[in-house]
């Protein structure tokens, strides 16, 4: 009997559920035409940060989206430019423009000039 193995993407934890509770917020942004909740960036952790940098975007999203949206978020599968557009938007609408892409940087190092 074969048994399937699954990647397992780790939960908001049982603190990072409270603290997200206490501040009592989510910002509604645009995904796709549909809103979508999530946690406003200023309050995103550092490992958050890391994760979609590093581009473990399920795992972030799964973080950050309220746990009723993140199966929607898994249905549509947005491109890289929904998403960008979707977290940009929540950036603006938190009033905490984001600025750069959070896009990783295509290369590692930094071009020469000559």
């Not at 958050?48 to 599968?77: C, N, S």
């Amino acid at each position: 009997m074969e048994r399937e193995q699954e990647l397992e993407e780790p939960e908001v934890t049982a603190f990072e559920a409270q603290e997200i509770e206490a501040e009592g917020h989510y910002v509604t942004a645009l995904l796709c035409g549909e809103e979508v909740r999530i946690v406003p960036p200023d309050a995103w952790r550092m490992s958050w940060h890391r994760m979609l940098t590093q581009g473990y975007i399920d795992t972030f999203a799964r973080k950050v989206l309220h746990p009723d949206d993140f199966d929607f978020f898994i249905e549509i599968d947005p491109t890289n430019e929904e998403f960008q557009n979707f977290i940009a938007d929540a950036g603006d609408r938190s009033g905490e423009g984001l600025g750069k892409s959070v896009a990783p940087s295509r290369s590692g190092r930094r071009m020469q000039s000559r």
